[in-house]
């Protein structure tokens, strides 16, 4: 009897240190249930204020547990200062996304409809799109979303990590399709990304089972030692870490992995591709830099040239394509996917002896980028016609003169992406390169240069276009945002200066942080 | 005095902000005034290393960045400040007297900031920062209120400046990154760079410092820019956009990087002479007015890169006064240019015979302008071309006395052709274009003015430029 209870002892779980993705998680539930029983009419504000006050609750949790380090739950999830960071920054950018999300100002009863799944074109698709008191399904699905992403982010065992993953890409895959205008498209998109991610998730699956077959072992302190220790044949250690690179760097839009980015960009609904643009990379590189670093640190040599290269492919592929996109969301998605790049030099820059500026540095980008990201496609949601959004660049042409206060707030975000400086764009690229620099990825330094002239151009080509062209007739207005939609812009713009002209505290903030626990 | 570092910088930021044509215009002179009083209580301060600040401001910004706040002026940066200052003013005064818009001299105020800090900044990063800060006002000024081409003009110079600007910054980090420090005046103290580091820097810098000087054959994107950019983006764009280029060449590569200067010093020399001539006899066979000025900056900016490529004090002050002289005249012929365009909305020589007719004044100080250029002995052009070739000569070996020699024909050549525009000009009988117009008004004169009292006061009195600089030139000469 003793023997069975002491077989079946539970692990110690540090519920503070995991309180911030436990309180979403709940919240999540709450929000599944409020759909169940509220009445239509109350469901808008009171998921609104559960999702916030939990978001909110989720950064408190962060910020008084901050000083943790340590792994729980069994050793499989680690509470470190990349978790907690990373955990700090999904929470903030997922507020901001949210604010968008629950814009109802611009359209009535939101740019979301309630299923998915009904077929597009059929009448029970156009009821449910004129309907005005739906809708409020995305917000479980968001806190749900963000939620895995915490998991995943500190994770600390490849199985947590494979359970993350699903659990934050399922919502995912749902939310792309829920779009109110441009059903079929948005559809598409879910469906091509749910296909994609999918296959990404086998993959990742598969790797996790030939590491296991290397190891023994799943966690990644063990890995690591086997590593060294383990007699077994080296090449299932390198093909389970390829695989697992696949899964991973598709959820980053990595080229060659980055093909679904475009399309699904494109076709979600604007607010959840600014939550995937922000938080989704987060979550990805977070995941990322645990795995390379924490469980497979001893092979990081080897695995240097091939990231090294599938970062210039990134870059340079991200960034050429970008020039020749004619619609916004798209030019967007293929910036996104250059900066994938940069964020790959930063992950190479993390080198042995010590040096964390390559990590701080990752984790400051991804902060950077988030705030600016979320922003411009917020600056996308305003610009509308009849038909909704109108996305494609010749419709921006004379922006500038019918609306100059978002035409310039869509300006300087574009120019932080172009990474002038002043701007967080400029801060977060200098600090990648300079550490990639000084662990001797001079190349990549090179290489990431080069791209971000070429990436200027589409950039400079918008802001051409809505300044210097006279409006047509299409020209479509830009709609006044309401408060929410405001407020994630502000946060946005605000972020995206303040980091460029005082970025000292959250770089600090950042190195403090970058030491993973094993 | 480091108060005044900073205003002399926030002074144009903030009266940027109101887009007005007066408050910028006072703003410019407040600007100005704050520049010339930097020159008061000059003292080295004690340093003993080649950059040695009358007046310094170090303050920690992104210490994670290596990047410090770190202004100061000394006698080679001096001059420089006080001519940007002077020009964006009198650019100011010229679109207040005229119909500017107020966005307009917005920008130019901008470009002011960035400018004056490229000549203030001590940190290489900071240097870079201000450097960054200039190309998108710039743009916006041609692609804005440009001629009939401006996009693709304005297109050209954002592809060239963008191509110098990562080589820069990559330089920037190779230095700051092996160094370990972004401090211009420890870097220039202690060369701390293995020579191979410093001549792979000094590539890359001196390519990102040749696009914007302009050097031959980086050079194309000049006369485009000038000739469809407005009267004002030229002259600033002449005369002190051009200055980033060879001051940064003087303080960040030849004073970082001396090894590397030593070796790469042959080749831009023998380009430097390349531009003289090249811009001289394409001049010869140009027949827009703003194309020919534009490509005789190529040439002006040749004799003074040739002076830094001589790598000796002399040549130092060359570049020095050459740099300023160029700002002075350039800038006035570029307002000409303008003048004369607006009245008769072309730039064609010869629509243009026979202005001394109808514009007497107006073609006289025209004449008064390219001979101050060609470098007439007693006016501002004279003396940087003068001492580059007598810095050339005394350098000494065949490569360098053949330089001088061919440099010394460029000279002549420019005579010939400022000789050959005036003919065109100014002489003949009048041409329909030219009937009619006015002569200068009083908005006009009272920004050509100070130009043209400064051509003679620096041809006749150099020391008012070379005195100030004479410390600092003859501690940073190897």
Redesign the interface.
Same mark, same amino acid.
């Given at each position: 009897m003793i023997l069975t209870q002491e077989a079946l002892k539970l692990p110690q779980i540090n519920y503070v240190a995991l309180s911030p993705m436990l309180i979403l998680f709940g919240a999540a539930t709450v929000g599944v249930l409020v759909e169940a029983f509220a009445g239509r009419g109350r469901r808008y504000p009171v998921q609104l204020g559960l999702s916030l006050v939990s978001l909110v609750a989720a950064l408190v949790m962060v910020v008084r547990v901050a000083h943790t380090r340590e792994l729980t739950a069994g050793g499989a999830v680690a509470v470190d200062g990349p978790a907690l960071f990373l955990e700090g920054t999904l929470a903030v950018l997922g507020i901001v996304a949210l604010l968008l999300v629950a814009e109802r100002s611009l359209e009535p009863g939101g740019p979301f409809v309630a299923v998915a799944a009904v077929t597009a074109g059929t009448e029970a698709d156009r009821v449910q799109a004129q309907r005005r008191d739906a809708g409020t399904e995305v917000y479980p699905l968001l806190l749900f979303a963000l939620g895995g992403m915490m998991l995943f982010v500190s994770a600390n065992d490849l199985l947590t990590m494979f359970v993350a993953l699903e659990v934050f890409s399922l919502p995912l895959y749902l939310m792309c399709g829920l779009a109110r205008r441009r059903r079929l498209l948005s559809q598409e998109a879910a469906l091509k990304y749910f296909l994609l991610g999918a296959f990404a998730s086998a993959f990742f699956l598969f790797g996790i089972a030939m590491i296991y077959g290397y190891a023994g072992q799943i966690n990644f302190a063990a890995i690591h030692e086997a590593i060294q220790s383990s007699t077994n044949d080296r090449i299932l250690l390198y093909l389970g870490l390829a695989l697992l690179a696949i899964g991973l760097l598709f959820k980053a839009a990595a080229v060659p992995f980055h093909v679904w980015t475009p399309d699904v960009y494109q076709g979600a609904p604007t607010p959840v591709t600014a939550f995937m643009a922000a938080c989704t990379k987060v979550a990805a590189f977070g995941a990322l830099l645990r795995v390379i670093y924490v469980a497979f640190e001893r092979t990081a040599w080897d695995l240097r040239l091939v990231i090294g290269g599938i970062a210039v492919l990134t870059m340079v592929v991200g960034s050429v394509l970008a020039v020749t996109q004619t619609d916004i969301k798209r030019l967007l998605a293929y910036s996104s996917i250059a900066n994938a790049g940069y964020l790959l030099v930063g992950v190479l820059a993390v080198g042995g002896n010590g040096n964390h500026d390559g990590l701080a540095s990752s984790m400051f980008y991804l902060v950077a980028y988030g705030f600016s990201v979320v922003a411009a496609f917020g600056v996308v949601t305003l610009v509308r016609d009849a038909d909704g959004e109108a996305t494609h660049l010749s419709r921006w042409a004379g922006l500038g003169r019918r609306s100059p206060l978002y035409a310039g707030l869509f300006t300087f975000l574009l120019l932080a992406f172009a990474g002038i400086p002043l701007t967080s764009g400029f801060t977060s690229k200098f600090a990648v390169f300079g550490a990639a620099l000084a662990s001797g990825q001079a190349w990549l330094v090179v290489l990431g240069a080069i791209t971000s002239v070429i990436l200027a151009f589409p950039y400079l080509r918008v802001v051409v276009l809505v300044w210097l062209s006279e409006p047509g007739e299409n020209t479509p207005t830009v709609s006044i945002p309401g408060a929410l939609t405001s407020a994630a812009l502000a946060i946005g713009a605000l972020a995206t200066l303040l980091l460029g002209i005082a970025p000292q505290p959250l770089l600090d903030l950042s190195s403090r942080a970058a030491e993973f626990v094993r | 005095m480091t108060w005044v570092l900073v205003a002399v910088l926030a002074v144009p930021a903030v009266g940027a902000v109101f887009r007005s044509r007066a408050v910028a215009a006072g703003a410019a002179a407040i600007a100005f005034l704050l520049s010339v009083a930097l020159a008061t209580g000059r003292s080295d301060g004690g340093l003993t290393g080649p950059i040695r600040p009358w007046h310094q401001l170090d303050v920690s910004? #992104?210490?994670? !960045?290596?990047l410090r706040f770190h202004l100061g002026v000394d006698g080679i940066s001096y001059p420089l400040v006080v001519l940007t200052t002077l020009l964006t003013l009198l650019c100011c005064v010229y679109l207040l007297w005229t119909d500017g818009d107020g966005t307009l001299a917005a920008l130019l105020l901008v470009i002011e900031v960035g400018i004056v800090g490229v000549f203030l900044a001590l940190d290489l990063?900071l240097f870079?920062?201000f450097f960054?800060?200039v +190309? +998108?006002p710039m743009? &916006?000024v041609i &692609?804005?209120w440009g001629g009939a081409g401006r996009?693709p003009a304005a297109r050209k110079f954002?592809l060239y400046t !963008?191509?110098g600007? #990562?080589l820069l !910054?990559?330089g920037v980090?190779?230095v #700051?990154?092996r160094a370990g420090t972004a401090d211009l005046v420890v870097l220039s103290a202690q060369h701390m760079l293995p020579a191979d580091t410093q001549l792979a820097a000094f590539i890359l810098l001196s390519i990102a410092f040749a696009v914007k000087s302009p050097l031959w054959p980086l050079h194309t994107w000049l006369p485009d820019a000038h000739t469809e950019a407005p009267t004002v983006g030229s002259v600033i764009l002449a005369g002190v956009l051009l200055k980033m280029g060879t001051y940064g060449l003087l303080r960040v590569a030849v004073g970082v990087l001396p090894d590397g200067a030593r070796r790469v010093a042959p080749v831009l020399g023998v380009l430097a002479v390349t531009a003289i001539l090249v811009g001289g006899l394409v001049c010869l066979a140009q027949t827009e007015l703003k194309r020919l000025i534009a490509y005789s900056s190529v040439g002006h900016m040749g004799f003074v890169l040739l002076g830094i490529a001589t790598l000796t004090a002399t040549g130092f002050e060359a570049a020095l006064i050459g740099n300023v002289a160029h700002g002075i005249i350039t800038g006035l012929l570029f307002f000409l240019a303008g003048a004369i365009k607006d009245r008769t909305h072309t730039g064609d020589l010869s629509e243009l015979g026979g202005l001394r007719e109808t514009a007497p004044y107006l073609s006289g100080i025209l004449g008064y302008a390219a001979i101050a250029s060609l470098g007439l002995p007693g006016l501002a052009g004279f003396w940087g071309e003068a001492f580059a070739v007598i810095a050339a000569l005394r350098r000494g070996g065949p490569l360098w006395t053949v330089l001088a020699v061919l440099a010394a024909l460029g000279g002549a050549l420019a005579a010939a052709y400022f000789l050959r525009l005036l003919y065109r000009v100014t002489h003949g009988a009048a041409r329909p274009a030219v009937v009619g117009i006015g002569e200068p008004v009083p908005g006009e004169l009272v920004a050509w003015a100070p130009l043209v009292v400064l051509a003679l006061a620096v041809g006749l009195v150099p020391a008012l430029v070379l005195g100030v600089a004479q410390t600092a030139v003859q501690v940073m000469a190897p």
């Open positions: - | 910004w #992104v210490p994670g !960045l290596n990063v870079f920062v960054e800060i +190309l +998108l743009y &916006a &692609a804005g996009r954002v !963008l191509f600007s #990562v !910054l990559v980090f190779v #700051v990154s």
